[in-house]
């Protein structure tokens, strides 16, 4: 970490998409999702309005292959990891940017809108039987920024 600058992020949102997986050629899982988070406050009439903000969430590895195999669009989640913002040039040379947050810490805090599980989910979480998580992947990933397919 670099002296006087942190680089944190902390959410807790709704997945918005199922996770769309890849696989590097080193071998190493990438999980791509969209997570929703919700801010209300009233506007000037003193009327509650709610606004959504998407996030861009990848994750590398064991936390890759976690999203992949527990995580479903609806589902509350916990994240922590860091901001990321990449840039590429379309072929009509027109620059594009993307902010993403990237995961090194990972928990499913419940079933899709806090209904019971889906049909599809093989973790009914419970008492007896609590929510996964995935903490704290080595900080070398294994994945170079000439790795990603994007």
């Known amino acids: 970490m670099s002296k006087g600058t942190v680089n944190k992020v902390i959410i807790v949102g709704r997945m918005g998409k199922d996770p769309e997986m890849q696989l590097l050629p080193t071998g190493t899982s990438i999980a791509k999702f969209s997570v929703a988070t919700n801010h209300s406050q009233k506007d000037s ?4 309005v709610e ?3 998407w996030h861009n969430v990848v994750c590398f590895g064991k936390q890759a292959d976690f999203a992949g195999d527990y995580l479903k669009k609806g589902q509350l989640v916990y994240l922590e990891g860091r901001i990321q913002t990449r840039s590429w040039d379309d072929q009509e040379g027109k620059k594009h940017y993307r902010t993403e947050i990237i995961i090194n810490n990972l928990t499913s805090l419940g079933s899709k809108q806090e209904g019971p599980a889906p049909a599809d989910s093989d973790h009914e979480e419970t008492a ?3 929510p996964r998580q995935v903490k704290d992947a080595p900080a070398d990933n294994g994945a170079t920024s000439d790795d990603l397919p994007f």
């Open 45 to 48: 009439s003193g009327n509650w």
């Open 51 to 53: 606004q959504t903000e």
């Open 128 to 130: 007896e039987n609590p």
